[in-house]
Every structure is written in structure tokens, then in C-alpha cells.
């Protein structure tokens, strides 16, 4: 006699898994219905740009340069390209860095940073390509990003929101080390003068 194999049934701690797991799925699939629904009909986008850009004709040849020569492998700007992280969006750039800067660093990163790079400098760096573009094209380049602007405020801008936000005092006084306020200044004093930020070359930055 051939004995036959039969399926043991589920316990019911499986079967409770089973359920929950479940639900999840269904309840995301729901969510994610409700919200194409409700974007549908705003009239206003769901969140704000934050970013801008309104690009000169050297800005516009830059921005050709930007992709022909392989920046958008690792940078993103004008929304095209990857997203490895804050320091690769090259997005509102523009109002954290000066044309000038711009175009030292493109020439001599690690003098222009003052720290070792990862990527751009001398090589085997994969971005050593990069400093021996010619300085016509490395110019435009550093137009086309001095002309990506982003608002105060905006995770790529260099100050934070305007006004004073209990959150962030309370954050500073926790975990600020009480020398940083002899060795930095404080970045949010700068509010009123954010206009005249971008024609500033800032010899020192925050990381
Ligand atoms: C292989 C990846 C890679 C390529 C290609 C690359 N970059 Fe970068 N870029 C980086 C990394 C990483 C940094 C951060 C500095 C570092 O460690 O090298 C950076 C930093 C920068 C910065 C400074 C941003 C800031 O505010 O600190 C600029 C400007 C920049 N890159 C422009 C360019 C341009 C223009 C090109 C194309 C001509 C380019 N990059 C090609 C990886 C790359």
C-alpha cells in the first residue's frame, strides 16, 4: 500500500500571520487608491517646489555640457539624473555656492574643499575626468549651477526656514558641543542677507 502524502493543515498562529500580512497589502493598496484619488482633484501639487531655475545662454550651453559629459551618472539636477544623495543633487546648488567657486572646485576639488573627495581630483578618482575640461566648458558648467536655485528652507537651500523654531534651539542646545558657538556662527543670523549670499565665495563650510 502506497502512502499518501497529505498537506498538514495551517496552525493558527500561520494562519493569524497570514491574515496580518495580508491586511497590510490590502490596506496599502488602499491607501495608495485614496491618495491618486485625492491628488486628482487639488488643484494646488502636493508639495511645493521648492527649486527653480530660469537659465542664461551660457547657463543653457552649460547645461548641455552638464550632460554630454557624464555628470548625470552620479548628479542630478533639473530633476534628471541619479539621486545618491544631498551632496549628488546639484539641485538649488546655485544658492549655496558662488560661480566662482563653482568653477575651482570643477578645476581643484580637494584645494577647493579643503577636505579629501571621494570622487572628483586626480587619478584613479572616478570623476578625475572631470578637472581636465576645458575651461570654455567648465565656465558654462559652472553657470548653468549657479542658476539652479533653491528657496530658503528647502532641504537643498543653505538656510534653514525664516523665523526662530523652538525645535532647532532646543536640537543645537542639546547636541552642540559648547565650542561650536565660539568656532561657527550661527548660519540663521544670515537670514536677512540671503539675497547677496550667491555673489559671496564662502572660504568654509559645514559638511
Ligand atoms: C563618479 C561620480 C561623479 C561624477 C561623474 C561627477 N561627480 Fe560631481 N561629485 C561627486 C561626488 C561624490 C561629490 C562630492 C565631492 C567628492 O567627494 O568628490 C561631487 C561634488 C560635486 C560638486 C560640489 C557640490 C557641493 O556643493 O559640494 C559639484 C559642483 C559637482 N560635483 C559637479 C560635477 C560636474 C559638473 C560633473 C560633470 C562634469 C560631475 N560633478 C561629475 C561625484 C561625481
Known amino acids: 500500500m ?3 502524502r497529505v498537506q498538514a493543515p495551517l496552525k493558527t498562529g500561520e494562519k493569524i500571520m ?6 497590510f497589502v490590502v490596506l496599502a493598496a488602499i491607501a495608495f487608491v485614496a491618495m491618486l484619488f485625492i491628488q486628482s482633484g487639488e488643484e494646488k501639487p502636493m508639495f ?3 527649486t527653480h531655475f530660469e537659465l542664461s545662454e551660457t547657463g543653457l550651453r552649460g547645461s548641455e555640457s552638464f550632460r554630454l559629459n557624464g555628470c548625470t551618472t552620479c548628479h542630478r539636477a533639473l530633476r534628471n539624473g541619479t539621486n545618491m544623495g544631498r551632496t549628488a ?3 538649488g546648488v546655485g544658492s549655496r555656492r558662488s560661480v566662482t567657486w563653482l568653477e575651482d572646485f570643477l578645476a581643484k576639488p580637494e584645494e577647493t574643499y579643503g577636505a579629501v573627495t571621494v570622487d572628483h581630483g586626480p587619478s584613479p578618482k572616478r570623476a578625475d575626468y572631470v578637472a581636465k575640461i576645458t575651461p570654455e566648458i567648465r565656465h558654462d ?6 542658476e539652479l536655485i533653491s528657496e530658503q ?3 537643498t537651500a543653505r538656510l534653514p526656514p525664516d523665523g526662530r523654531s523652538d525645535f532647532i534651539d532646543a536640537m543645537v542646545k542639546t547636541w552642540a558641543p559648547a565650542d561650536w558657538k565660539v568656532k561657527y556662527h550661527d548660519v540663521r543670523q544670515e537670514s536677512k542677507m540671503q539675497d547677496s549670499y550667491t555673489q559671496v565665495a564662502k572660504p568654509e563650510e559645514e559638511h
Not at 497570514?18 to 491586511?23: N, Q, R, S
Request: hydrophobic share 50%.
Open 48 to 50: 511645493d517646489m521648492k
Open 2 to 4: 502506497s502512502e499518501k
Open 18 to 23: 497570514f491574515i496580518v500580512a495580508g491586511a
Open 153 to 155: 528652507g528647502s532641504s
Open 89 to 91: 543633487e546639484l539641485d
Open 141 to 146: 558648467i559652472a553657470v548653468f549651477l549657479s
